[in-house]
């Protein structure tokens, strides 16, 4: 699979920030939460899309740590919506051999939600094709505070703490780090999402709203990527 992959230029991991439901919805002159709820209808049809170019990893940021901060009717609209859609996204991702993974804390979803995200897991762990990783109530900082609370915890010696050994205290500590770095809807920055994983990511800023990043923007994305030379500090391309 690797070897293939670099043969045609595409990566192993794409990691996406989906921004852009709201300001998508007020060109509509529709409420924030109908671009939520077109969002995440949009993020379920793209899975199917993206699955069809044999990558193995795509990591979607669903909702972040400091999304709590969003107005109350927002927040439990995007709530809703998650455990609405869970069971229909199941389904399919277990028809098409999908795996789905959640990234992130449980700590603040309620309980019917982590029940719901359990079995999802739970059912899809055996398939073998796309691993789509949900990165939900995530915070990147946060994830790097509790790996180090599980090595101490775990009484890891100092000199035995490496680069290798604090990413299997990661809740990607079994996929290979993002290559691909995608960010909708014109922000250029990486809002606390794998900052430890995509240290040496390609990113890719498109102005291009989620509910209409569809297939021919994820190509360009793909293409985009497959034109760059990657160092990794050194001089000769990887």
Do not use: C
């Amino acid at each position: 699979m690797t070897g293939s992959l670099k043969k045609f230029g595409l990566p192993q991991h794409v990691a996406i920030v989906m921004d852009g439901n709201g300001r998508w919805a007020a060109r509509r002159h529709k409420p924030r939460l109908y671009g939520h709820k077109q969002g995440a209808l949009h993020a379920r049809d793209f899975v199917e899309i993206f699955a069809e170019y044999g990558i193995p990893y795509l990591t979607l940021y669903a909702f972040s740590t400091e999304n709590w901060s969003r107005p109350k009717a927002e927040v439990d609209g995007i709530i809703k919506l998650l455990s609405e859609n869970l069971d229909r996204a199941v389904k399919i991702a277990h028809e098409q051999n999908i795996r789905i993974r959640h990234l992130g804390k449980e700590d603040r979803l309620p309980e019917a939600i982590q029940r719901k995200a359990r079995a999802a897991i739970e059912k899809t762990s055996n398939n073998s094709g796309l691993t789509v990783n949900v990165a939900f109530n995530y915070g990147g900082r946060s994830e790097i505070v509790n790996a180090t609370q599980q090595i101490i915890r775990n009484r890891i010696k100092p000199d035995s703490l490496d680069e290798s050994v604090f990413s299997r205290y990661l809740y990607t500590a079994d996929m290979p780090d993002p290559d691909l770095f995608i960010r909708t809807g014109g922000e250029m920055r990486v809002s606390n999402f794998l900052i430890w994983q995509s240290a040496y990511a390609e990113l890719y800023f498109t102005s291009v709203l989620w509910p209409d990043f569809g297939r021919d923007e994820l190509q360009k994305a793909l293409t985009d990527f497959g034109r760059r030379q990657r160092r990794f500090g050194g001089l000769k391309p990887k």
